[in-house]
């Protein structure tokens, strides 16, 4: 999703080349402009058009019906693509909503439990184990969002999943919950090398925290400096046009697919699909372990269904005990049906990206754009006289056509990643772990903990 400043009247963005339409236009702008100059300049065929040619009116016509069409694609095209981001904001909006309410459920409410009310009395405090209980929800709920966006790119590559790590000013603070001490410094130099993809510029500072109760803990931090910054802040930060800067996983990500991409074409190679995927990773919060790697690797398509079940057996589980998640069945029940609300919006982003714009439709068009370009010389011929001003007419008019069909033939996939205008699925992966983050403040230190552990069993895997 590529956002854009609006600054003086919008005028610099007639000048942007990444992600416009106007490249792709170029081809057909030159066959006519090559077809208007030749006519032009041959004399004896432009008085034999200017002969045959009595009222350009048949040609309006058709010009008229050929607009309709482009028209009626483009709406087609951007209800697709609001659609789909209206899909996946539900999807968005009902999981985060499940944790929270899920946080509030296992960590705030002190009831007695009915099957339990003969032999305990009175409220109970809030469980030990409800902190872990919400990371682990938080990290599969994440994990969950990740494999859906996955399916809908058509990405089935699990490498392209990454241990996403909230970033505190240009430092990575290491040891939030499992205090690292100064003999394990060079460990996590590690383990953020290992997520950055760079083993220099990175230097470790050692503290000590202060609790609210005057408990000390040693502190690891790694800051990072130069390209080691620049490209670790890639994977921290997602910007909005300035608007927001959010800690999350991973920054606009057009310009690491600005390489992979013609500006000439869409393009749909199996190659390229893999590179743009892999050029934009989702960050999990808490990464991807061992035993749910292997589990998900079973499966080519519709992970996250796996994912969702194992959900629904950590909350099952969890009401079984007798100090989580206290409230009576029917409010518990409201977190399934926000689940299933939230999978539903999953379906229907995914009935978009499987059911692609109608090939007769497409290719009709296609077909009497093909023609019109051809045509529209031979009109122009008959009608203009200066060279000039032909030539400002052909390329006009064949732009205008040809733009807009371009942008709806880009806008009708919104989740391609080998399309620069694509609803850019790490910003939302992004912007989808940044609210469950907010959501489960008690449970941050167990998040922490639970993604360097991922990060550091996959540094051992490596060597």
Known sequence: ?????KRYWGLPLAFRWFGSPFPRTIPFAALSVAITTLLQLADDWKATIVDAFGHPYPFQVYAFVIGFLV???TNHALARFMEARAAVEQMQSKWADAVLMLQAFDGVAG???SWDSGRRFGAHAPSDGSDAFVARIVHLVS???ALALQQLRGDEDMRNLVVARQRRGNGVDLAPAISLSDANADVAADVVAVATGENS????ERGVRHSENDETTKVVR???TGEAFAKHRSRSTYNLGGAFHQTAAVADAHRHREKLLSAFSLTEADEKWRACCAATPLAVVGGVDGAELAALQRLDCDRAYLVMSWIHALVVARAEETEGLRVPPPVLSRVYQTLSDGMLGFNQADKLAKTPFPMPYAQMLTVLLLVFNVTLPVMIAGNVNALWLALVMNVVSVVAYQGLNETARELEDPFKPTHANDLGLPQ????FNSKVRAATPGASAQIDKLEQMKAVR???RRE
């Open 1 to 5: 999703m590529i956002h854009y400043p």
């Open 71 to 73: 028209v009626l694609r």
């Open 111 to 113: 009831g007695v439990k």
């Open 143 to 145: 994990l969950l969002h």
């Open 201 to 204: 510029d990175a230097s470790i």
């Open 222 to 224: 790694v800051v990072l």
């Open 428 to 431: 939302l992966q992004a912007m």
């Open 458 to 460: 996959s540094m051992e």
